[in-house]
């Protein structure tokens, strides 16, 4: 078995569906369940008993000890986090607590229970720690797309929390030899989003005939990836990555927030024209910018593609398609997230079910 955290998260939630549409090998899900975890993503695997909901928080040593006992996993993936830039600024001590610390607990965890394991099995245990292309800063327009050793310079609470698991996890690895590996990943995007980050957000608030919030001049650049080629790239360094390192994952897809703004509001004038006649991008309303706002980031993935053989398969464009025909056709998802009703999963579905 495997062990993933934040599994009920838009990363963790792509991750876990395509890993057991391609594998038998079972995954122990541990996620608290803050605002944005949602088990309702998950609810095709409610008879599935290769998947193992606990829920619960990376800071809680006993329960994860528990688990580790018990399932024995071969491997833990740490996708748990905040992740919002936005909610970090307005309130970042919950990005302390579970970005730091709830990494550091669970890295001390681990390295009691992999410290017991027999040889074989210890040389086999990996510990990969997702993160973000956010901990390298940002970039001033031509400067080169960042590369493994860019040097780290966080911006925001956000980045900055996990600038500082990413260090952790490295030097658990150097001090203790910890089998870690870590990956640095650009945007991503594609199914079970939270609607509160810019895709998402764009696309419902354009269905809700709502204004389209454009930050500053709209010119900041993001490298965006579809949420799958991340999913494939996570598999890949699980597999075959070399311990101790960390691999950049891009989609090289540089574009500046207000042309994928125009992108949705373009397809969705051609997949559901709104009733009036008038066009989305009418809608677009340009805001006071985000404190702090980096300007652009860019990921440099040569070496995974070289060493690893990874390689994104979507486009932009053949991605952003997907993800705006997914919200048209899970337009229930949207209205229970919004509602609140998504919460409700957790006594509906999973009431009872612990360790
Ligand atoms: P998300 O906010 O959608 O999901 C996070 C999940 O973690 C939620 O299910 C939440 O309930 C869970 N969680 C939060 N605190 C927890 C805790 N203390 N214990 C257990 N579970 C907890 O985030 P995401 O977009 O899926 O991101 C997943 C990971 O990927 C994060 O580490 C993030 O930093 C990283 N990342 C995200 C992006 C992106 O574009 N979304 C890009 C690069 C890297
Ligand atoms: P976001 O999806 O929050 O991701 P991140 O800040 O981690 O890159 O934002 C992506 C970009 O879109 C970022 O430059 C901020 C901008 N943005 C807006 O212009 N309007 C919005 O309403 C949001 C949420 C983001």
Sequence with gaps: MILITGGAGFIGTNFLLDWLAQSDE??????VLTYAGNLENLVSLKDDKRHIFVQGD????????????????????????????????????????????????????????????????????RFLHISTDEVYGSLASGEEAFDEDHRYMPNSPYSASKA????????????????????NCSNNYGPYHFPEKLIPLIIVNALAGKPLPVYGDGQQIRDWLYVKDHCAAIRQVLEAGTLGETYNIGGRNEKPNIDIVHTICALLDALYPRANGKRYHEQI???????????????????????????????????????????????????????????????????????
């Design 285 to 355: 309303t340009f805001v006071t910018d985000r404190p702090g706002h980096d300007r652009r980031y860019a990921i440099n993935s040569k070496k995974i593609e070289c060493e690893l053989g990874w390689k994104p398969t979507e486009t932009f464009e053949t991605g952003i398609q997907k993800t705006v025909q997914w919200y048209l056709d899970n337009q229930s998802w949207v209205r229970n997230v919004q509602s609140g009703i998504y919460r409700k999963w957790i006594d509906k579905n999973y009431e009872g079910r612990t360790l």
């Design 26 to 31: 079972g995954v122990i899900n541990l996620d």
């Design 164 to 183: 500082a698991s990413d260090h952790l996890i490295r030097a658990y690895h150097h001090t203790y030899g910890l089998p870690v590996l870590t990956t």
């Design 58 to 125: 990376i800071c809680d040593s006993i329960l994860v000890t528990k688990l580790l006992t018990k399932y024995q996993p071969r491997a833990i993936i740490n996708f748990a986090a905040e992740s919002h830039v936005d909610r970090s600024i307005q309130n970042p001590e919950g990005f302390i607590q579970t970005n730091i610390v709830g990494t550091f607990r669970l890295l001390e965890t681990t390295r009691a229970y992999w410290s017991t394991l027999e040889n074989k099995i210890k040389q086999k245990f």
